[in-house]
């Protein structure tokens, strides 16, 4: 023990007003082997602040002081280190104050004049300390031991016991008097007793032996008389707690295995009952070799019990790729007996499933690990429909942000339309007034867009106009040819007098490009894509064939491929939503879903042909419109309302839309003021309420945003009208009661929208 304390970096706290003292100290600790780090306290203060400051293995002190005794710092250590040998060291303490030091809690005292005496108080005290450490130490570890027993005897079915080796005294948990008696308190000798005579002598050897050697576990198998006087087989497993090198208790737990043995029999009972549930259930030795197989793991692998006895469970369903989960069984099997959890795996077909899996360790009679049961259920399906179900909410996602972009882009465009409405009444050359039309028509065309991200967004509908399908897939031809590989080769029939149709038109361009990208993917980007458009007319008796056809006149355009062509199997399943054969990460199954869908409200459906090694055609038919085409193309003109000096307060979070509303409106004869943020319209206002005939805000502001805007302005003045701009008339709704609004500007508008909705606000009603 000594090296121990040798060895031991040793914390001191040395209570002395004299250096010299203090290094004589020191010499001597460190001259005698100890490994001591020194805090010098020289007042009161400076020990008070120590104690405080850190904890330590040893105290010493002087007993007088200036301004401050020993006893007094004895009294302070004991308040706040109790457990630390505390020694004086002093000239000056006389027999009776050693004796009432003694009685407060110091350890020893030594004089100065006899400084010999010093190094071996020091050493009797550590040594005291550490033994009165591993007191404690054996103390709590012996409540813990006896709060784990009744824990562990009401949370289990097994009996548990403890064996107190000092006082020969075993007690058994109350679970133990269901088959072996009333008696939960005996003698040594008694419950020896109860150990059948030829297995006594073995048992009583073995944990004689273990005790006299120190070992630390003890097992046995043998037989323990009932209550009725017959045995039963049990398994007996128990761990030894020494202190100071003495056995003082035993705490086991006794199996009966009879019990295990009927539970494994009753399970090849259940098993045999349960050959033809839909589980797989499955039973294995400890190297993977099959010995049971039920019919229901032959309906879901394929194998049949012919097959599979014998064969090796690693082997069959996971080919050389062994899941990483079955590290995991293997340690969980052998330490709680359980696993569940979920594998992908193989049938005979090599067709992949995904089984819940829960498997069991079985044990023979002597508690070695002898099988292992599995029962497997095929979650294939349904784990398809949870990745439906995170599609859907990924869609849910999309949705919203989607929402977000057309917000921005509508604010983008304003200022474009606008501005080319401007520019085409600037007069300017004929080169320049091609390209002011063509920048019109894409502000128009992604405007569209925009209302198509938003219905996407909220899945409303839009209102259809009359479209001439042979501009719809000449368009679909051009983009093929400028963005699909050279080696897809395009060819568009266009018949001559169709009718035209009434459709959304980026709704049919969103069909006819998903059948084109779909057609390019099956000839893996190689082979010829074909469009056609022509007049069709579906009888009766065709209608009658052709799912969710009704007879009538329809236009009808197909995308027909060269590939490889669809399986009659699958053709069956290809609009289903999430279907797809592409491999992962290639398609999410919706494409064929979304163009169904949309064609059928357009009032259409969809024919599919296709062949294996001859490809496939797609024919979209759509309702024929009662518009000719003549009229379908004829612009309406319109005249645009002119202001008469109406001041308008305009107000926007975007600079761009402030600044080309204010110059369309400046130009038909409206005053403007403009403010960029809520809080400045709301200024803005205060300075002359009376020369404000309108105001036109945004929805959506940051800080103040419309509708706050909106109801401190009518707070000012009650009757104040009010224009709101906006992605839709759905926003609106949400506004309280106490806002009121004249009208609605769509964003993206134009110069007409505008001047008309501004119009109608002014008009006298």
């Known amino acids: 023990m000594d090296t121990e304390i040798l060895k031991k970096p040793l914390q001191v706290l040395h209570l002395e007003d004299n250096g010299g003292d203090h290094l004589l100290v020191v010499e001597m600790l460190r001259g005698d082997g100890f490994n001591c780090e020194f805090t010098l306290a020289r007042s009161k203060d400076e020990f008070f602040h120590a104690l405080q400051k850190a904890r330590f293995d040893l105290i010493i002190s002087d007993f007088s002081l200036p301004s401050y005794d020993g006893l007094s710092a004895l009294s302070a250590a004991q308040e706040n280190h109790a457990e630390t040998p505390f020694i004086f060291f002093s000239g000056t303490i006389g027999e009776d104050l050693a004796v009432e030091s003694l009685k ?126 017959s045995f039963a087989f049990v398994f007996d497993r128990a761990s030894v707690i020494y202190h100071a090198g003495r056995p003082q208790r035993m705490i086991g737990v006794t199996i009966d295995m009879s019990r295990s043995k009927a539970a494994e029999e009753k399970i090849h009972e259940q098993a045999a009952l349960l050959d033809k549930a839909r589980d797989a259930i499955i039973v294995s030795t400890m190297d993977h070799k099959i010995t049971f197989w039920n019919q229901g793991a032959t309906r879901i692998y394929g194998w049949t019990e012919a097959e599979a006895l014998g064969r090796n469970v690693l082997e069959m369903f996971y080919h050389e790729a062994v899941p990483s989960q079955l590290v995991a069984a293997k340690k969980a099997l052998e330490t709680t007996g359980e696993w569940m959890g979920e594998l992908r795996e193989f049938t005979k077909s090599g067709e992949q499933v995904i089984a819940q899996v829960r498997a069991t360790l079985i044990r023979d009679e002597k508690g070695n690990p002898k099988s292992i049961l599995r029962i497997k259920t095929d979650i294939t399906e349904q784990k398809k429909l949870e990745e439906q179900f995170l599609r859907s909410q990924r869609l849910e996602s999309l949705g919203a942000l989607v929402s977000g972009i057309a917000h921005d882009l509508n604010n983008t465009l304003v200022p474009i339309i606008i501005g080319v409405d401007i520019l085409k009444t600037e007069p300017i050359s004929e080169d320049a007034a091609s390209m002011v039309r063509t920048m019109e028509s894409s502000a128009r065309r992604s405007a569209e867009m925009v209302k198509q991200m938003l219905l996407f967004a909220r899945g409303g509908e839009s209102s259809k106009l009359p479209v001439r399908p042979d501009v719809l897939v000449k368009e679909m031809g051009k983009i093929i040819a400028d963005t699909f590989p050279k080696s897809v080769n395009c060819r568009v029939r266009v018949e001559k007098n169709l009718h035209p149709i009434l459709a959304v038109p980026t709704q049919i361009h969103q069909v006819l490009m998903n059948l084109c990208v779909n057609a390019r993917d099956a000839m893996d980007e190689r082979g010829t894509l074909t469009l056609a458009v022509e007049n069709a007319s579906v009888t009766e008796h065709e209608a009658a064939v052709m799912p969710g056809a009704l007879a009538g006149e329809y236009v009808c355009i197909s995308v027909a491929d060269t590939g490889g062509g669809i399986a009659p199997e699958q053709l069956e399943k290809i609009f289903l939503p999430f279907f797809t054969t592409k491999a992962p990460g290639k398609g999410t199954g919706l494409g064929l879903s979304t163009c169904q869908t949309i064609v059928r409200n357009h009032g259409g459906f969809i024919a599919v042909e296709s062949k294996i090694g001859s490809g496939t055609e797609f024919k979209v038919y759509l309702p024929a419109a009662g518009v000719k085409p003549a009229e379908a193309d004829l612009p309406k003109k319109s005249s645009l309302p002119a202001g008469g000096g109406e001041r308008i307060l305009v107000v926007d979070d975007e600079a761009g ?28 206002f205060r300075e002359n309420p009376g020369d404000i005939q309108l105001v036109i805000t945004d929805y959506a502001m940051p800080l103040m945003d419309g509708e706050a805007t909106i109801g401190q302005l009518q707070k000012i003045r009650p009757d104040l009208k009010v224009l709101v701009a906006s992605a839709s008339e759905e926003q609106l709704q949400k506004f309280s009661k106490n806002v009121r609004i004249n009208g609605f500007v769509p964003k993206p508008f134009t110069t007409e929208g505008l001047l008309a909705a501004v119009h109608s606000a002014l008009a006298p009603k």
């Open 657 to 684: 839309i402030l600044a080309m509303t204010r110059a369309a409106l400046e130009n038909f004869g409206y005053q403007v003021t403009t403010a960029i943020t809520g809080m400045e319209a709301v200024a803005r």
């Open 104 to 229: 407060n809690g110091a350890v020893d005292y030594v004089l100065k004049q006899r400084p010999t005496r010093f190094l071996a108080a020091v050493r009797r005290a550590l040594r005291n300390a550490v033994e009165r450490e591993k007191l404690r130490q054996a103390q709590r570890a012996l409540r813990e031991s006896e709060e784990r027993f009744r824990v562990v005897s009401r949370a289990t079915d097994d009996v548990v016991w403890e064996w107190d080796v000092q006082k020969g005294r075993v007690v058994l948990s109350a679970n133990f008097s269901t088959a072996f008696g009333d008696n939960l308190d005996l003698s040594c000798d008694d419950w020896f007793g109860l150990i059948h005579p030829d297995d006594r002598p073995r048992v009583v050897s073995g944990i004689s032996s273990l005790l006299a050697t120190g070992g630390s576990v003890w097992w046995s198998e043998h037989r323990l008389r009932r209550e009725d006087n």
